[in-house]
């Protein structure tokens, strides 16, 4: 066995107080776990470097002079992490006492868990939909029309999980993953914001797809999860505050970032779709434009 029971791996980018927040959360967060922190800086310019070498001087940090993206510095964090379980972090997340110790010693029990992660919720405690189904067509009509905000309403969801039929796994995964329960389940994909794998696992899916910048290289690793016959696993029971969003103000080129990467995913998994999907977001873009 690893004299490391988990590495954690964190990309930051501009996001030097939350990433304060989130190192500082990490021992509770572990539970008595040996872990060591890798935290791989995409050329921030706001002190963020100095910051965790003053005030974290066991965390090991990569200081890279560009922005390569989100995929190609975890990967660089995955290559030099020593522990049994690897888990992403992102920089805007505070963990819960306990939370990552119960992924760690999820995946460990669960040779079938390819890869585990939390329950996200906003900083108001409000869940965010991090495990669902395999985005579709159809999902990115309900995104780009706005309709997916209408089943946040309690009502509305309790509503439409009684009338929706299983067999739209879709739908259903998004109204789910609102309200998620408190027992672990298999789901399609799970957030990159917190997501542990056994290292052995991590290592024979592969690294992250470099040709996304930032958005949906996650989903698309836990494609590659399923492909080897694992499953993913959400635990509802692990809780994880996710302040997302927060590099974006710094990051004008993120919803840049964002289409590009669905176009690339669509492209790979649901070719069929993928000239309908194109041609509907060209409307939108010119409706939005108008």
């Not at 890798?38 to 002079?65: K, M």
């Not at 290592?203 to 993913?232: A, K, N, Q, S």
Request: with cysteine; proline share 7%; net charge positive.
């Amino acid at each position: 066995m690893s004299a490391v029971d988990a590495s954690v791996v964190i990309v930051s980018f501009n996001t030097r107080e939350l990433l304060e927040r989130c190192l500082a959360s990490l021992p509770a967060g572990f539970d008595g776990l040996a872990f060591e922190t890798i935290v791989v800086d995409n050329a921030s310019r706001d002190g963020s470097v100095a910051r965790v070498r003053e005030r974290f001087p066991d965390a090991r940090v990569i200081a890279l002079d560009e922005n390569p993206g989100f995929a190609k510095s975890t990967n660089i964090g995955v290559d030099l992490a020593r522990g049994r379980v690897i888990v992403w972090l992102n920089p805007d997340c505070e963990v819960d006492p306990g939370s990552l110790a119960r992924l760690v010693r999820y995946v460990d029990a669960h040779p079938g868990a390819g890869a585990a992660g939390p329950l996200l919720v906003w900083g108001d405690g409000r869940v965010q939909p991090s495990a669902q189904a395999f985005p579709s067509g159809a999902r990115m009509v309900y995104h780009f029309l706005g309709l997916r905000a209408v089943a946040r309403a309690p009502w509305v969801r309790a509503l439409l999980l009684k009338v929706v039929p299983r067999s739209a796994r879709m739908t259903r995964g998004y109204l789910e993953s609102l309200d998620p329960g408190s027992d672990p389940r298999p789901v399609d994909w799970i957030s990159g914001a917190c997501l542990a794998s056994r290292a052995e696992v991590a290592r024979r899916v592969g690294p992250l797809d470099e040709g996304y910048f930032m958005y949906c290289e996650d989903t698309d690793w836990c494609h590659r999860v399923r492909d080897l016959g694992l499953e993913i696993h959400y635990l509802p029971g692990a809780r994880v505050v996710h302040h997302t969003g927060q590099s974006g103000p710094s990051n004008p080129m993120s919803l840049y970032y964002y289409y590009g990467s669905l176009i690339r995913y669509f492209r790979r998994y649901r070719p069929g779709e993928f000239p309908a999907l194109r041609a509907f977001m060209l409307v939108v873009f010119a409706l939005r434009g108008v």
